[in-house]
């Protein structure tokens, strides 16, 4: 089992950076797949992006160039720096992991997740 645990959400402002933090315990990620997703009020979740095992990241179209996920696997972390904020931005942030090698958007794909941090970007 992994434990995961989202911080870092809070309210900026359009245009701002904001870098979220997700905590595993109980396994290391270092074999996992480790993503981000968001959900909007009456919207989906959807995919944000994510770090496979290797180090390599793949990422949604409407955050390329703006959002970057990255590992620390001795601090057992994902973080998700976010510039250049968008009031579409405005979401729950999950972190997820995945046992399988090169997941992709798809919230099957993954076994384990967080509760959630809110981000709040006001125009």
Known sequence: Q???VESGGGLVQAGGSRRLSCAASGRTISSYA????RQAPGKEREFVAATW???S?????????RFTISRDNAKNTV???MNSLKPEDTA???CAASK?????????EYDYWGQGTQVTVSS
């Open 79 to 81: 973080y998700l720096q």
């Open 57 to 65: 990241t793949y990422s949604a179209d409407s955050v390329k160039g």
């Open 53 to 55: 095992s290797g180090g």
């Open 34 to 37: 480790m993503g981000w997703f």
């Open 92 to 94: 729950v942030y999950y």
């Open 2 to 4: 992994v434990q995961l």
């Open 100 to 108: 399988r090698s090169r997941p992709r958007g798809r919230s099957n």
